[in-house]
């Protein structure tokens, strides 16, 4: 899915209808159902539910370039 030492683009879009992952343009996840079946395990839960994070599982990664574009309406702060 992602050659190692080779740069490559992965786009994650989560809107109402569902999520996808793309890398390189392939679409490696589509998911469309009920967002209350999504889940994470306990050790990567965070403090703030509604903050994005960014992790990775028994793997390194070298990030050059990420952007993150609201679709609809202002974000808010999150206080620590």
């Given at each position: 899915m992602i050659a190692n030492g080779r740069p490559c683009e992965i786009l994650c879009?989560?809107?109402k209808s569902g999520v996808t992952a793309t890398v390189d343009g392939r679409a490696v996840f589509r998911y469309a159902g009920d967002p209350q079946r999504l889940?994470?395990?306990?050790?990567w839960v965070f403090p703030h539910p509604q903050v994005f994070a960014l992790g990775t599982y028994e793997s390194v990664f070298h990030i050059t370039k990420m952007?993150?574009?609201?679709?609809?309406?202002p974000g808010t702060v999150v206080k620590r």
């Open positions: 879009s989560v809107r889940s994470i395990p306990d050790q952007e993150v574009k609201p679709i609809s309406g």
